[in-house]
């Protein structure tokens, strides 16, 4: 290096400094950006996780599975077969239990009040 | 200049101030020049070296996340298209990574699953997750045929019907009339595509496409119409039914009690074996044969979006005469419930062979015409009779018309080489109104236990979703229907 050089590659020196920082600053937005890319991805994966969790959740409510099982169950019958349909008295109504009689007597209704 | 040309600081020489030509600079003393060198490198080479680690140290603490990491590059897994049924319910969504399978078993032989990376460069492994891979590798959706909520009626019953009968499986295919599209096919038993691994081969097995059996009695009808349209009989043509007749090495025998005389509509309605064994005689094995394969049987089905079996059909060339005598009542010929269905459907479409289709886009070979349609009404009005003044009123949907026909039939082990006693499959063919088909359906269960037959099991699973099928459709119900059903 002469005498000449060496002055003016120091003038250049805060011209690569300030070179060296706008590109350790666009590397770090960079960075931030790739990882504001990676949890949004993430978010959207688990999203999508979700929503198909919430599907299947909606399915074993008001799926086409579930709603015949539940019409089965529920005695329901399709249109064509109602004419088949053996009709039952309904069960009668249960005997009530001694838990289910209430004391009467003044007191008690003293008590409730 | 006359100043000394020491720098009182720094030691270095200054130059004069002609620089034009380098002999009029002074060149500096043995060793000076060395000693200028490095004092002037050393602080900016620590700059250079200090500042890059200061900057990106700076640039790193402004992520404000710690210790300063490797840029990772992200890992997508591929997108893969979801598989919709006709009404857009999902039965497949996610990336190959997770998919999922939300309705459980519903349709699931059909969808099959997907999994890894094979090396054939798919990600199905089974069903329409296979076939259509490329299609849904591209993002796209695939929409199906299936009408969802006929799916599971088709499934809910034919469980309960598998479960009583003590059947090994069974099957059940849907086809709209007019279109060919495959609205239901399910199979028993069932398995949830979001746990495929704790299931076995067999039961992952799509039967309504990929089951072939011998169908038995259903075939007669098949016969019928190709003498009609050959005119080598008329519908008032009256056959010997003898009760067991001797063809070849093998002698054939009817179940049903009959007079020894039969009209065709009657050779149906009784199933007479022996009455069509007559028939037959009035075709050449290559006719026949030839028949068989024009309505479809012993060919590959023109469905691109799923796996189909062709069934069997051996060269008339091979047959001996009981071979023949077999194939005319559904032995010794093979079919799936799928190609049954289709083939079913001529009649239903007034002659005219529509090929069945999974995807609503799908572009599938033309219809042809096969039967004249006066010949493929009076089949169907045959089948009418045949469901109303047999025994079969237990397949009867109340206040609709249906024609039909059962089918029993022996089952071959390969392994034992015979048809073992008690191997049977139960089926059911028939479509609905009869004036006017909308569906054609076929039902067909495999080993049975013994006690269960074709007109007190199959009949029953084809009344049962049948009934769903008219309520979830609207079909109205015909007056002559209501007049002529009786309810048990």
Redesign the interface.
Same mark, same amino acid.
Do not use: F, S
């Given at each position: &290096?002469t005498?000449a050089t /060496?002055p003016r590659? $120091?003038r250049f020196?805060p011209a690569y400094?300030a070179l !060296? !920082?706008v590109? =350790?600053?666009l +590397? @770090?937005?960079n960075?931030?950006l790739? #990882?504001h *890319?990676?949890t949004l &991805?993430e978010q959207g *994966?688990t999203a %999508?996780?979700d929503v /198909? @969790?919430y %599907? @299947?959740d909606? /399915? %074993?409510i008001d +799926?086409? $599975?579930a709603? =015949? %099982?539940w019409a089965?169950d529920n005695g329901m019958?399709?249109?064509? *077969?109602v #004419? @088949?349909v053996q009709h039952l008295a309904p069960l009668p109504a249960p005997l009530p239990t001694t838990e289910d009689v209430r004391p009467q007597g003044l007191e008690v209704r003293t008590a409730w009040r | 200049m006359a100043l000394s040309a020491m720098d009182p600081v720094y030691g270095r020489p200054t130059r004069d101030g002609d620089r034009s030509t380098p002999r009029n600079r002074r060149r500096p003393a043995p060793g000076q020049g060395t000693l200028e060198l490095r004092f002037t490198r050393r602080p900016l080479m620590l700059l250079l070296i200090a500042l890059p680690l200061v900057a990106a140290l700076a640039g790193f603490a402004l992520q404000q996340t710690g210790a300063p990491t490797w840029p990772t590059h992200p890992i997508v897994a591929p997108e893969r298209g979801a598989i919709l049924a006709s009404d857009g319910t999902v039965l497949a969504e996610g990336d190959v990574a997770s998919r999922f399978y939300p309705q459980g078993h519903l349709a699931a032989h059909v969808i099959g699953f997907s999994g890894a990376l094979q090396p054939d460069g798919r990600y199905g492994l089974e069903g329409v997750e296979y076939t259509l891979d490329a299609r849904l590798q591209a993002g796209m959706d695939a929409n199906l045929t299936l009408d969802p909520i006929l799916q599971a009626a088709a499934e809910r019953h034919l469980e309960a019907t598998v479960l009583d009968s003590g059947a090994e499986n069974g099957s059940v295919v849907m086809l709209e009339a007019g279109t060919g599209r495959i609205l239901a096919a399910a199979s028993y038993p069932f398995f949830d595509p979001n746990e495929q691994g704790r299931y076995d081969r067999s039961v992952i097995q799509n039967q309504a496409f990929l089951q072939q059996y011998e169908p038995g009695s259903v075939m007669k009808p098949f016969v019928v119409a190709a003498l009609l349209q050959s005119d080598r009989i008329q519908p008032e043509t009256i056959v010997d039914a003898p009760p067991t007749m001797r063809v070849g090495t093998k002698t054939f025998q009817d179940v049903a009690r009959h007079a020894p005389e039969l009209e065709i509509k009657d050779v149906l309605r009784y199933s007479s074996n022996t009455a069509m064994l007559n028939l037959t005689q009035h075709f050449e094995p290559a006719e026949l044969h030839a028949w068989m394969r024009h309505y479809g049987f012993g060919q590959s089905l023109p469905l691109r979006s799923a796996y189909t079996r062709p069934g069997t059909l051996n060269p008339w060339q091979d047959w001996v005469p009981q071979d023949q005598a077999s194939a005319t009542i559904g032995q010794s010929v093979a079919t799936t419930p799928l190609q049954l269905a289709a083939a079913y459907a001529i009649f239903a479409n007034d002659g005219v062979y529509v090929p069945p289709r999974l995807l609503e886009d799908e572009a599938t070979r033309e219809p042809h015409r096969v039967l004249s349609g006066d010949v493929a009404r009076t089949v169907r009005g045959m089948l009418q009779y045949t469901m109303e003044e047999s025994g079969l009123r237990q397949s009867i949907i109340p206040g609709v018309t249906a024609a039909g026909k059962t089918g029993t039939a022996d089952i071959y082990s390969p392994e034992q080489g015979t048809y073992p006693d008690g191997w049977y499959s139960l089926t059911f063919a028939g479509m609905f109104p009869a004036d006017d088909p909308e569906m054609v359906m076929v039902v067909m269960l495999q080993k049975p236990e013994a006690g269960a037959s074709s007109t007190l099991t199959a009949a029953p699973l084809f009344r049962a979703i049948g009934s769903e099928v008219v309520a979830h459709w609207g079909i109205a119900p015909s007056p002559e229907a209501l007049a002529g059903t009786t309810t048990p």
């Open positions: &290096m005498q /060496a590659i $120091l020196v400094l !060296l !920082l590109l =350790a600053v +590397g @770090a937005t960075q931030n790739l #990882d *890319e990676l &991805m *994966e %999508r996780r /198909a @969790a %599907r @299947a909606a /399915a %074993r +799926g086409p $599975l709603v =015949a %099982r089965q019958v399709p249109v064509p *077969e #004419d @088949a | -």
